[in-house]
T-cell receptor, first 109, second 112 residues
Framework: TQLLEQSPQFLSIQEGENLTVYCNSS?????LQWYRQEPGEGPVLLVT?????EVKKLKRLTFQFGDARKDSSLHITAAQTGDTGLYLC?????????FGSGTRLLVRP | EAQVTQNPRYLITVTGKKLTVTCSQN?????MSWYRQDPGLGLRQIYY???????DKGDVPEGYKVSRKEKRNFPLILESPSPNQTSLYFC???????????FGQGTRLTVV
């Protein structure tokens, strides 16, 4: 059983559409990170959420940490082709940075 | 420019031939770690290091060794590579614990 479950696994949408991806767990975390990985590159940190209920915005991306600090969501408004990539959530678990298996997003022009 | 540098980017080798993948960071980070990324399995941690001369196993350490003699370098050593170690490898470093990691560009290893 994975510590972090991400859904959906794959998402293909048209440019301009909105979307939400999820990162869920039965465990409570002190913080959670979201990364984006483009083909052939390493993951790049987008945001860290720390407080239960916290909402952070990064241009068209909105990140939310669940009230109980067990889950998080990433909402993209008016997706662009440049948003294509693998979105990973990650948490620190006993000095190990654990990742979900990711949501692979394809934004079609 | 702050970065994590891995070498080589691509490597094809034969079973049993020892190899080392180097990793260097210029951010004076205390924490460094290695991951492998496989389709359907995501990123899995191989080894991590909390400081010089302090290393510990991650989730998939079998067949790998690491060393941390200097703060900036954290090489990954495969003493006797096998085909099941064919994967995409990433090195990462971070300032606070193991969160907010900065990743290298990856090393695609093929063992035949």
């Amino acid at each position: 059983t994975q510590l972090l479950e991400q859904s959906p696994q794959f998402l293909s949408i048209q440019e301009g559409e909105n979307l939400t991806v999820y990162c869920n767990s039965s465990s409570v975390f002190s913080s959670l990170q979201w990364y984006r990985q483009e083909p052939g590159e390493g993951p790049v940190l987008l945001v860290t959420v720390v407080t239960g209920g916290e909402v952070k915005k990064l241009k068209r991306l909105t990140f939310q940490f669940g009230d109980a600090r067990k889950d998080s969501s990433l909402h993209i408004t008016a997706a662009q082709t440049g948003d294509t990539g693998l979105y990973l959530c990650g948490v620190d678990s006993s000095y190990k940075l654990i990742f979900g298996s990711g949501t692979r997003l394809l934004v079609r022009p | 420019e702050a970065q994590v540098t891995q070498n080589p980017r691509y490597l094809i080798t034969v079973t049993g031939k020892k190899l080392t993948v180097t990793c260097s960071q210029n951010m004076n980070h205390e924490y460094m770690s290695w991951y492998r990324q496989d389709p359907g399995l995501g990123l899995r941690q191989i080894y991590y290091s909390m400081n010089v001369e302090v290393t510990d196993k991650g989730d998939v350490p079998e067949g790998y060794k690491v060393s941390r003699k200097e703060k900036r370098n954290f090489p990954l050593i495969l003493e006797s590579p096998s085909p099941n170690q064919t994967s995409l490898y990433f090195c990462a470093s971070s300032f606070r614990g193991l969160t907010e990691a900065f990743f290298g560009q990856g090393t695609r290893l093929t063992v035949v």
